[in-house]
């Protein structure tokens, strides 16, 4: 069975930075593609990156671009997204998730994967 369970979210004053993790069990993360999204109240669910299993071709929206950075340790079965220069407009609930097809990053951030977690709250405010 296929979980995910997402930490790391928090309070952070503007210009701060955050490092979320997402412990993932009931599969071997290796082959699966990866990717963070997020959905601030009233908004719609946006694809924040996410990177493809076969290449690691990486998707990142423009409002993150240059400031976060997904990463997956296979060892740890553990996927990270490392937040820099965090910014009010970057709260929201941000979610982990996984897919075992071969699609693009870009594919997977427009159209959303198979397995999801829970979420964590980050919270950017003075």
């Known amino acids: 069975q296929v979980q995910l369970v997402e930490s790391g979210g928090g309070l952070v004053q503007p210009g701060g930075s955050l490092r979320l993790s997402c412990a993932a069990s009931?599969?071997?993360?290796?082959?699966?593609?990866i990717g963070w999204f997020r959905q601030a109240p009233g908004r719609e669910r946006e694809g924040v990156s996410c990177m493809s299993s076969s290449d690691g071709n990486t998707y990142y929206t423009d409002s993150v671009k240059g400031r976060f950075t997904i990463s997956r340790d296979n060892a740890k079965n553990t996927v990270y997204l490392q937040m820099n220069s965090l910014k009010p407009e970057d709260t929201a609930f941000y979610y982990c998730?996984?897919?075992?097809?071969?699609?693009?990053?870009?594919?997977?951030?427009?159209?959303?994967?198979?397995?999801w977690g829970k979420g964590t709250l980050v919270t950017v405010s003075s």
């Open positions: 009931g599969f071997t993360l290796d082959t699966y593609a």
């Open positions: 998730a996984t897919d075992p097809r071969g699609y693009s990053g870009s594919y997977y951030c427009s159209y959303g994967m198979n397995y």
